[in-house]
């Protein structure tokens, strides 16, 4: 047991935390009654219920949204961006609720949770920031006989869904820009991951965002209740963050009403390593992509291509630290690496861990599910994982990391481009001409130069290929909540 986090605080955050539907700036139970299980994966135990919505909750939520867009559109810039710093503030306020409410529902480790809780709120100053610096423009004609007025307005309500491993700043990255240029939404949360979402609920009611304007539901039947209001033509937006099969049902759906979509999909993320790279800085970097959030992270190092001269020791220091963290639950002191949010997603990683060393992988630490309570997978190292391995092309969404070894930069660069994803890549090398070349060549939204992470609110973070479609964060973030009109005028 943690030296701070006794059994008697968790069960008093829990107790305090909401359950209910947030709808029309109310809190209610589901219509039918209906409850879904908040199970801690650390664990298996049950925390707690919440109301599980019907496709009536649903078509509530979006009535409650579509009621309130009109005035909510004409709320001056400023005041909506002075709500937003409220929900900031909040947030930092109550850092130590979320963080632990996070972990507990999610299994990643308490520090981790503290630095999503900022991260999270980060996306809220930021578009603070922006929601004030909505430009638009005045031109002249060619021809000279008319002028323009570039005019840029809410999109209208908007389907925000979320996935369950950064259970608050994926939605904080969606309700963000959506407040930030005047659109109501629904956002439905992962049904594993509830609590967060339904705690920044009551954040964004005491900062003052207007009733109907965000709106919060949990259901365990995520096709049924989504699905109508997609289709209702009441909506005009999708975000979502996710896999890319459920990613591309959903844009189906979207093109029957020709809906706005901004799509956060999977990846299979290369990492490599050049024979000239700071070999430390490179291990460091490889924890980074590879460690964060137990590898549960769709920008995690999925292959990890090392130059065959610096292979060895490479590997050795990444086991070496790989090995020395701590598993356990993400409440005790100094663990590193928490549970799989569930039994499938612990399997899933022992499946494909399986798959590679049948293919010819050799394991170098880990590779065996861990026994007892809770979805524990210990961190693992493969080296020689070869093309044919599952996880060469799948997301493994675990502690696992593969090394390749390569010879060639035309060769790595034509591995990392095999894949239908594209959302990010990690580069380590000190020849900056090389830097700049890889970087350009390989298939990506994001790549990392010399550092393992590329989450940043300000930075544009999103994938090209199957790993999505726009931009959430950076200055073009607003721009997927935003319709750009022009006024065309006689002269
Ligand atoms: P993962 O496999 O990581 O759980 P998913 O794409 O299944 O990723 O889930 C991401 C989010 O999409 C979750 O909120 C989930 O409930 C939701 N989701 C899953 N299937 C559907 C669906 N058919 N329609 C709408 N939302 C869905």
């Known amino acids: 047991m943690s030296a701070l986090i006794t059994a008697d605080r968790e069960q008093a955050v829990i107790a305090a935390a909401p359950t209910r539907l947030y709808i029309d700036g109310e809190w209610r139970d589901a219509r039918e009654g209906r409850t879904l299980d908040v199970v801690d994966p650390s664990t298996g135990q049950v925390l707690t219920k919440v109301a599980d919505a019907s496709p009536e909750d649903g078509w509530d939520a979006l009535k409650a949204a579509e009621a309130a867009q009109k005035g909510f559109a004409t709320m001056p810039p400023r005041q909506r961006a002075d709500i937003l710093m409220n929900a900031f503030r909040l947030m930092h306020e ?11 529902e999610m299994g990643k480790p308490l520090a981790e949770a503290y630095g999503e809780v900022n991260y999270a709120a980060e996306f809220f100053r930021h578009f603070a920031e922006e929601a004030t610096r909505i430009s638009g423009g005045y031109q002249t004609a060619p021809t000279g006989s008319a002028r323009f007025l570039i005019h840029r307005q809410p999109v209208g309500p908007s389907i925000l869904i979320t996935p369950w491993n950064f259970p608050l700043a994926m939605g904080t990255r969606k309700i963000g820009p959506a407040l930030a240029a005047g659109c109501t939404s629904v956002l439905k949360p992962a049904e594993l991951t509830p609590l967060s979402m339904l705690a920044l609920a009551d954040i964004l009611h005491e900062a003052g965002v207007p009733a109907g304007v965000v709106n919060i539901v949990v259901t365990s039947t995520a096709g049924e209740v989504t699905e109508p209001l997609i289709r209702s033509g009441i909506a005009r937006k999708l975000s979502f963050t996710g896999s890319t099969p459920v990613g591309r049902k959903l844009l189906e759906q979207c093109a029957e009403k020709v809906l706005r979509t901004s799509m956060e999909l999977g990846g299979n993320a290369a990492l490599v390593v050049f024979e000239d790279a ?6 460091e970097g490889a924890m980074l992509a590879k460690m964060r959030n137990s ?48 039994s499938r997603q612990r399997d899933k990683v022992a499946e494909l861990v399986d798959d590679a060393v049948r293919s010819g992988a050799e394991v170098i630490l880990g590779g065996e599910p861990a026994a007892g309570e809770g979805y524990f997978y210990p961190p693992t190292v493969l080296s020689g994982v070869p093309r044919r391995a599952r996880m060469w ?14 010879d060639e930069e035309d060769q790595v660069i034509d591995w990392v481009n095999d894949t239908e994803y594209g959302l990010v890549n990690y580069v380590f090398t000190n020849d900056l001409t090389r830097a700049v070349r890889v970087a350009e060549q390989v298939e990506s939204g994001m790549v990392g130069l010399n550092q393992g992470a590329v989450s940043n609110p300000a930075a544009p973070f999103g994938g090209i290929k199957e790993s999505g479609l726009g931009r959430e964060g950076g200055d073009v973030g607003i721009d997927e ?5 022009y006024i065309g005028i006689a002269m």
């Open 94 to 104: 109550r850092k130590d609720d979320l963080a632990l409410l996070m972990t507990l």
């Open 278 to 283: 700071d070999l430390d800085r490179a291990v």
């Open 295 to 342: 590898g549960e992270a769709c920008t995690a190092a999925n292959r990890i291509f090392v130059h065959s001269s610096v292979i060895e020791e490479f590997s050795q220091k990444l086991a070496e630290k790989m090995g020395a963290m701590k598993v356990g639950r993400g409440v005790d002191d100094d663990v590193k690496v928490g549970p799989m949010v569930d």
């Open 393 to 406: 092309s799948e997301e493994i969404f675990g502690p696992v990391a593969p090394l390749t070894p390569f």
């Open 481 to 485: 909540f935003l319709e750009t009109k």
